[in-house]
C-alpha cells in the first residue's frame, strides 16, 4: 500500500528537483550566513542571511503555485487554476523587492551610518565558501534544466518565452545570489583591508540594488503571463497548417491563443468554411479538426473552432492582432 505513494513522491520531487535543490541550499545558507553575521557583525552577512531566508520561502511559495495549478477545473474556473502559478511568481517578485531588497539597503545604509567594529574576517570567509559552493550548485541544476527546454534558442529570448515561471525564478535567484555573494566577500575584504567598517554597508546596499534589479524582471515576466501570453508562434504556426490543410476550410481567418497554465493553452480559430457544407457535415468536421488537434498537441486543453467569413472576420476583428 505504501509502494505508490513513496513513487509519486519521488516523481514530484523529480519534476520540481530545481524547487527543491535551491530550498535546500537556501536553508542551510540561511542558518550559517545568520550565524557568521552574530559573531562577525557583518552587515552584508546580515543581509546574505536575509537574502537566502527570502529566497527559501520563495521556493516554498513556488511549490504551493504548482500544487494549486494543478487543481481540476470546476464551474468557477472553467478553464481551471493553471494561473495561480503565475500570481505566486508575482508574490516571490514582491517579496524580492521589498524584503530581500528592502531589508539590504536598510541594513546597509544603517551600518554606515553607525559602523560596527570589526571582527575577525574568517568566519564569514568559510561561510561565503560553503555558501557559494551549494549556491553554485544549485545554479547549475537550474541552468541545466532550463538549457534542456530552450532548444537552441539564446537564453533571454527563451526566459521571455518561457511560460513556466518556476524554471526562470530560480535561474535569476540564483544567479543574484551567486553576485551577492561576490559582493559580500568583496565588501568583508576591503572594509579589513582598509580598515573602514562602512564599507560593508556598502556592498550590503549593492546587494540590495541587485536584488532589486531582479525583482523588476521578475515581475514583468510575471505580469505578462498573468495578463495572458499567446503560445510559441511554431505551436500558432502548425496549428494553421494543419487547419488550411483541410479541403472543406477556404481560409483561415486567425488562430488565437493564450495560457492558461506553463503547459496548457487555449486556442480560438476563426475559419471560413466551403459554403456547399451542410449544417451537420460542418459540425462533424469542427469535431474532427478539434480531435486531431488535441491529438497532434497535448496541450491545447480548450479549442474552439468557429465558422466565419473571411470578410466578416477582417472587419469584426479590427484593433486586433490575430495571427
Known amino acids: 500500500m505504501s509502494g505508490p ?9 523529480k519534476a520540481n528537483i530545481v524547487l527543491y535543490g535551491a530550498l535546500a541550499a537556501n536553508l542551510g545558507i540561511a542558518v550559517a550566513k ?12 546580515l543581509t546574505e542571511g536575509v537574502h537566502s531566508l527570502v529566497d527559501s520561502g520563495n521556493q516554498v511559495l513556488l511549490l504551493y503555485g504548482q500544487h494549486r495549478a494543478k487543481t481540476p477545473a470546476d464551474a468557477a474556473h472553467p478553464f481551471g487554476y493553471g494561473r495561480e502559478l503565475y500570481f505566486w511568481a508575482f508574490v516571490v517578485a514582491i517579496l524580492i523587492f521589498a524584503v530581500g531588497a528592502g531589508v539590504s539597503i536598510y541594513e546597509g545604509w544603517a551600518h554606515i551610518q553607525a559602523p560596527e567594529p570589526l571582527h575577525d574576517p574568517a568566519i564569514n570567509y568559510i561561510v561565503l565558501a560553503i555558501a557559494f559552493a551549494l549556491e553554485g550548485g544549485s545554479w547549475t541544476i537550474a541552468v541545466k534544466e532550463f538549457n534542456g527546454k530552450r532548444r537552441g534558442v539564446g537564453w533571454w529570448r527563451a526566459i521571455r518565452r518561457s511560460k513556466d515561471p518556476a524554471a526562470f525564478t530560480v535561474l ?10 561576490g559582493v559580500a566577500a568583496a565588501g568583508v575584504w576591503a572594509s579589513h583591508a582598509y580598515g573602514d567598517p562602512r564599507i560593508d554597508g556598502v556592498a550590503s546596499i549593492g546587494i540590495g540594488l541587485i536584488l532589486a534589479l531582479v525583482a523588476v524582471l521578475l515581475a514583468r515576466e510575471a505580469k505578462g503571463l498573468l495578463i495572458g501570453e499567446s503560445a510559441d508562434p511554431a505551436l500558432i504556426a502548425q496549428i494553421r497548417s494543419m487547419i488550411e ?21 487555449f486556442v480560438a480559430i476563426s475559419a471560413d468554411f466551403d459554403d456547399r457544407l ?18 497532434e498537441f497535448p496541450q491545447l486543453t480548450s479549442i474552439y473552432i ?15 492582432k490575430g495571427a
Open 34 to 45: 545568520f550565524v557568521a553575521a552574530s559573531i562577525s557583525g557583518s552587515s552584508s552577512m
Open 5 to 13: 505513494p513513496a513513487s509519486s513522491g519521488a516523481a514530484h520531487i
Open 172 to 181: 535569476f535567484e540564483d544567479s543574484a545570489a551567486l553576485l551577492g555573494l
Open 306 to 320: 468557429r465558422p466565419e467569413k473571411a470578410r466578416d472576420a477582417v472587419q469584426g476583428g479590427k484593433g486586433l
Open 245 to 265: 490543410g483541410r479541403v472543406e476550410i477556404t481560409a483561415v481567418n486567425h488562430v488565437r491563443t493564450v495560457h492558461t497554465a506553463p503547459d496548457a493553452v
Open 278 to 295: 451542410l449544417m451537420g457535415e460542418a459540425e462533424a468536421l469542427i469535431e474532427d479538426m478539434e480531435a486531431a488537434l488535441k491529438a
